[in-house]
Nanobody, 114 residues
Framework: QVQLVESGGGLVQSGGSLRLSCVAS????????MRWYRQAPGKERELVAH????????NYGDSVKGRFTISRDNVKNTVYLQMNNLKPEDTAVYYC???????WGQGTQVTVSS
């Protein structure tokens, strides 16, 4: 049974930092690319960051480039999102995803106050 469990969200002031984690189980984590998405109220889900299976290549949405860093630990079956210099427009529920598996976790809420 595939499970994706996100954590690490919270309330932070503008300019602050948070580190999100997503623990995966039920599939061969090290064989899959992983992605972080976010969805703000009233908006479509947005791709934030992408990392290849071995972690050698990453890509970011334009709105987070230079501020967010995706990484992974294939021993711990965990993907991370380090978020620095947070802005109010980063407020959203953040989800991790393994492309092609069709599963989503419950997400973790990030709220950035101005």
């Amino acid at each position: 049974q595939v499970q994706l469990v996100e954590s690490g969200g919270g309330l932070v002031q503008s300019g602050g930092s948070l580190r999100l984690s997503c623990v995966a189980s039920g599939f061969t984590f090290s064989s899959y690319f992983m992605r972080w998405y976010r969805q703000a109220p009233g908006k479509e889900r947005e791709l934030v960051a992408h990392i290849t299976s071995a972690g050698g290549r990453t890509n970011y949405g334009d709105s987070v480039k230079g501020r967010f860093t995706i990484s992974r630990d294939n021993v711990k079956n965990t993907v991370y999102l380090q978020m620095n210099n947070l802005k109010p427009e980063d407020t959203a529920v953040y989800y991790c995803n393994a492309p092609g598996l069709g599963y989503w976790g419950q997400g973790t809420q990030v709220t950035v106050s101005s």
